[in-house]
């Protein structure tokens, strides 16, 4: 049997995923006489090998009021990205952060989030975290897929775009969230015209597009901080979001896209 997924060569016929990005984030309370340079510094040498590219940077903080966006700047936040720019370690006084291009699996993804988040452990005296969050970031960006949402994807996430309107959409955002007892789950969609900007940390592209972002999460305080719970729940946030992702996709996405 031939398998029409597969093209002569052996390679997939179907679509890449998606997924422009996965990443964890783990917050903890201020901590008393946190020094992020001398901090930033001592993690360097723990995890220099895997990620030996360092920046400093400014975090930027985006607040809405009468006049429109404003940004302000915020803390320092200490990059620490592997040498093929696929991963990167983002620490503040605050908190840090997993995030990736180049996602394969949570199996693959959660150990090394345990890793860092231990050898960080070893400089700071961290008892428990406030909100641990585990968050994809899907865009639709090809123009035969933007015109096909309503069939790729649920119309109750789709919303409004899958309406059958004679007008063009300008934009939409829509933003869910969900509640459980083992974790809470935050989804957004949104429909973006070209070089339109959601947030700074998403950057925009020259063509029309679709995200859907899922953001799942729970909020301490927590009663541990040790290499299994942070695993655990890890474990508990990834298939939260990848629940959802199944029940919104449908069989045309699965056949049309690599996932």
């Known amino acids: 049997m031939i ?18 990005r996965v990443l964890s984030q783990v917050r903890w309370p201020v901590l008393t006489g946190f020094d992020a340079d001398k901090v930033a510094d001592a993690l360097a040498e723990r995890i220099g090998k895997d990620y030996p590219l ?22 320092v936040l200490h990059k620490f990205t592997s040498g093929d720019g696929a991963w990167v370690v983002t620490l503040a006084s605050t908190f840090i952060t997993l995030e990736t291009s180049a996602y394969e699996s949570h199996e693959d993804f959660i150990p090394r989030l345990a890793s860092v988040v231990g050898q960080l452990k070893e400089h700071l005296p961290l008892q428990r975290w406030d909100r641990f969050g585990y968050r994809y ?12 949402l309503k069939q790729l994807f649920d119309l109750a996430v789709v919303g409004t775009v ?12 829509g933003e869910t969230v969900y509640q459980a007892r083992d974790a809470s789950l935050l989804v957004k969609s949104a429909f973006l015209p070209p070089n339109a900007l959601l947030e700074p ?3 925009p592209v020259p063509q029309r597009t679709w995200l859907l972002d899922l953001d799942a999460f729970v909020n301490g305080p927590s009663s541990a901080f040790d290499d299994a ?7 508990v946030l990834s298939k939260k979001a990848h629940g959802f992702f199944a029940r919104v996709t449908t069989d045309d996405f699965r056949s049309r896209f690599d996932v």
Not at 54 to 75: H, I, K, N
Not at 139 to 146: F, L, N
């Open 229 to 235: 719970e942070i695993q655990r729940q890890a474990t």
């Open 54 to 75: 360092r920046e400093r940077a400014q975090e930027a903080q985006f607040l809405l009021t009468p006049e429109g966006v404003t940004q302000q700047v915020g803390g």
């Open 201 to 203: 940390t998403i950057p």
């Open 137 to 148: 970031t899907n865009r639709i960006a090809d123009e035969d897929d933007v015109r096909d």
């Open 3 to 20: 398998d029409s997924t597969k093209s002569p060569d052996g390679r997939s016929s179907k679509k890449p995923s998606p997924l422009i």
């Open 162 to 173: 899958g309406l059958d309107f004679p007008d063009t959409i300008v934009h939409n955002v």
